[in-house]
Each structure stands twice: as structure tokens, then as C-alpha cells.
């Protein structure tokens, strides 16, 4: 298979892999209304934890999905069209998602090992070179 097709399988990947997150982000953003709404009618009174305490982490864990997930899917554009920064990019986000096991831990093996090779780095080169 060439290597041009598995950027491009990398690039698919990382869609995927952001939109997740960005998906995980809209449902815990529509869990966390639902929890808030029944937290401060049903049990008002009898909560220890403040309504509004629940409702920061939900806001705290909503930024940390998306601030993990819209750069994989600006990689994955980026290795789409094979722009000269989304190798670097991609081998960056290939190490901070190592610790997203089982998922991340794949696609950043499989990223590592397509970024990594010299013919990869010489087809981002020849693109940069080409678009100055």
C-alpha cells in the first residue's frame, strides 16, 4: 500500500477520533443540564454537594474534552490535504494520545509509525516546497 494512502488512513482516524470527543462533549454537556435540573428541583435542600459545584466539573470536564478533541480533528484535515505542519502536529498529539488506551494508544502507534518514516517526511517536504 502507499504511503500516501496511509496518511490518508491517519487523517480518517483522527476524524474519527475528534469527533468522538466532540460527541462525548455534547452528551456530557446534555447529561450534566439533566443532572443539574434534578439535582436543584428534586433534592434541593438535602444535597451536600452545591448544585453549582457539579456544575463547574461538568464545565471543567466539557473543556478538557474538547480542547483534546478539536486538535485531532485539525490534524486530521491537515494530513488530509498533507499540509507541511500536521506531521509535527500529528506526532505531538500521537504522544499525548498514547494515554487514551485502547483507542488513542492505536492510532498514535499507527501515527508514529507513518509519520516517522523518512519517505513520509520527504512527501510533506515536497508539499511545502511546492505550495511556497
Not at 463547574?56 to 490534524?75: D, F, Q
Not at 494530513?79 to 494515554?99: D, E, K, T
Amino acid at each position: 500500500m502507499p504511503l500516501a494512502t496511509h496518511v490518508r488512513i491517519l487523517a480518517w482516524f483522527n476524524i474519527v477520533l475528534g469527533a468522538i470527543g466532540v460527541f462525548a462533549a455534547l452528551f456530557t454537556f446534555a447529561g450534566a443540564s439533566f443532572l443539574h435540573l434534578l439535582l436543584a428541583d428534586v433534592i434541593r435542600e438535602a444535597s451536600t454537594i452545591p448544585v453549582d459545584v457539579i456544575q463547574l466539573g461538568a464545565t471543567i470536564l466539557i473543556g478538557l474534552i474538547l480542547v483534546m478533541s478539536l486538535p485531532c480533528l485539525v490534524l486530521g484535515f491537515g494530513l488530509y490535504y498533507v499540509r507541511p505542519w500536521a506531521r509535527i502536529l500529528g506526532l505531538i498529539l500521537a504522544a499525548i494520545n498514547l494515554l487514551y488506551f485502547p483507542l488513542g494508544t492505536a492510532i498514535s502507534l499507527y501515527g508514529f509509525w507513518v509519520l516517522l518514516k523518512p519517505e513520509t517526511e520527504a512527501m510533506f517536504r515536497q508539499t511545502a516546497v511546492a505550495r511556497a
